[in-house]
């Protein structure tokens, strides 16, 4: 089981060992990671200090996901002008 309280967006990049994350669910949430399984260490402890950051500092802390999903994606790239 994944034990992730928000959802959770996995980038795969252009570099084979790096991958970047983000939650949806939790604004200013980002990190890397060397795998999946990197990004979803990182992300389950990444989370919980991100929410007392946000606790300590009085910001509004989302409501918990009822079903957090994580999706495994390929970088979305931006277009150039």
Known sequence: ?????????????ADPEFFGFYSPDLEGFT???????????????????????LT?????????SVYPRVIIQNEEQTASL
């Open 1 to 13: 089981m994944i034990d992730l309280q928000y959802s959770l967006v996995i980038e795969a990049t």
């Open 56 to 64: 300590a500092r009085h910001l509004p802390v989302p409501p918990v």
């Open 31 to 53: 990190g890397v990671g060397h795998s999946v399984e990197d990004c979803l260490y990182k992300a389950r402890w990444g989370m919980k200090d991100h929410l007392e950051l």
